[in-house]
């Protein structure tokens, strides 16, 4: 299970590019503080060059570097850094200063350069100028050179002070950022709560006006799913009831029966009531066994119907042999006539079955003695499959009723429960097919006849 916070997710996907902007203004920083450590640094080097510079005179044409070894030695006094210089004669060579110090004669005249350079081990900035004194055709080379402690101290201390706001901005940020998102998450949370404080019985629809956009997208799905609970409730609450009630009738004739087996005064009585009690308890497991179907098809159940290719003649005759020893029994001439070829649609083999099974039945119960009952197959761009009998027939005012759960035709002389039509229904329902209803040939019976591949369930006359 992953508990992870979409907040704490949010915040760690923001966390490292805040990471990175502190990163990235820290290198900014660092650079642009030993930029300024380096001007100043600079500025006092070039000037140190040019004082030493005008210490070196012409005498009589002679170049000579005369400073007093106090001077020099607080010239290059200094607490923190080593400073070094360097005077070379174009003519006469090395003046004074430090030897090993590198000098550059490509300077131009009057002009300075900066440098880095290692004397001793350290590294150092060195300035350079060159001179021509005038009284003289020489030409002098002046370089002072200095450690980098202090301009890497003022770097930091630059850095540091730099730096120290970033960090206070970028925790500052990631606060105004949890805020940020926590409240761009309450539209959530609410919803979350509206749902957590509803009971198992509240399906209503979850209120979207308030709710931001991706919020909604989240609340549609939500009440849709509600929907669809909804009407699997209602579904099963219906079910529960009619079964509740249908079967009633038949369990109490079962109870009836079996005391009247017990209290039988001779065997004839015995065998009688028995007879009766098998007749209740087939009536009653005939509507549990069609309660079930029509629990299957109910509107709920659409995603459990596998449409695949199938052949409506081999079903008919498949289906229709089941019921040949039941039509024998009832002395029924039943007929079958189908097509040569077979006749493909795309259906559910076992829905369909169950649907040719009910009006096949309901047209046994009501046909007449020694009557007639076929099973009819048409080819052709809506293939249809009928069911006729030579029954009384279905007037033309109760055609509309008789797909009602448990409705039953006034003066109806056949046993059944009211529920075959009513499958019959919903399986051409979830068929998207036409079930009409007409009179039979001869002008005699009923016709039953099922539209396949046409526009959703209708009922015709």
Known sequence: ???????????????????????????????????????????????????????????????????????????????????????????????????????????????????????QGQRVRVVSTRIAPPGTDDS?????????????????????????????????????????ISRGLKPLTDLAAQIEARDQNNLTPVPQARLPREARVLAERINALLVRVDSAIRAQKRFVADAAHQLRTPLAAVMLHAEWAQRAPDGATEREALRALHRSVERAGRMSQ???SLARTDPGATNAVELKPLDLVALARRVGEEWIPRALKRDIDFGLIVPDTP??????????SELLSNLIDNALRYSSPAGRVSVIVEAGVRPKLAVQDDGPGIPEDERVRIFERFYRMPGSDGDGCGLGLAIVEEIARLHSSTVEVSTGSDARGSRFTVVFGGPPLQRSS
């Not at 301009?151 to 960090?167: E, K, N, S, W």
């Not at 006749?343 to 369909?352: A, K, N, S």
């Open 343 to 352: 006749v493909g649609i795309t259906g559910d083999d076992r829905l369909l």
């Open 1 to 119: 299970m992953n508990d992870r916070s979409l907040r704490v997710g949010l915040l760690s996907r923001l966390g490292p590019v805040l990471v990175l902007l502190l990163t990235l203004d820290a290198v900014a920083c660092y650079f642009t503080a030993l930029h300024f450590a380096n001007l100043v640094y600079d500025r006092w080097l070039i000037d140190s060059t040019r004082s030493l510079a005008q210490a070196v005179r012409s005498e009589q044409g002679r170049i000579e570097f005369d400073v007093p070894r106090v001077a020099l030695q607080i010239f290059q006094f200094d607490e923190v850094d080593r400073t070094y210089f360097k005077i070379v004669s174009a003519r006469r060579g090395f003046l004074a200063g430090d030897n090993g110090l590198p000098g550059d004669p490509t300077v131009p005249s009057n002009g300075i350069r900066l440098a880095d350079a290692t004397l």
């Open 290 to 292: 069609q309660l079930l």
């Open 140 to 180: 002098v080379s002046v370089s002072i050179a200095e450690t980098l402690i202090k301009r890497t101290t003022l770097a930091r201390d630059i850095l540091l002070a730099m730096v120290a706001p970033q960090v206070a901005l970028v925790g500052i940020a990631s606060l105004l950022a949890w805020l940020g």
